[in-house]
């Protein structure tokens, strides 16, 4: 499984870097996917994102 951002909709929070630190990481006001391979903390990572900027697949 790979995590993906829409960095149009993402606020920056850091809500996925918080709960996901090997796979997202913050780029200024973006959160960028840093692996290839997805844990399962992306999953709550996902659920936990304010503007449904990320998927899974
Ligand atoms: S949780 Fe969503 S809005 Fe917040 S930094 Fe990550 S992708 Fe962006």
């Known amino acids: 499984m790979k995590a993906y951002?829409?960095?149009?909709?993402?606020?920056?929070c850091g809500t996925c870097e918080a709960f996901c630190p090997d796979v997202f990481k913050m780029d200024g006001a973006v959160a960028k996917v840093i692996s290839e391979t997805c844990s399962?903390?992306?999953?709550s990572a996902k659920e936990s994102c304010?503007?449904?900027?990320?998927?899974?697949?």
């Open 5 to 12: 951002v829409n960095e149009t909709l993402c606020i920056g």
């Open 40 to 43: 399962d903390c992306c999953q």
């Open 50 to 57: 304010p503007v449904e900027a990320i998927w899974l697949e």
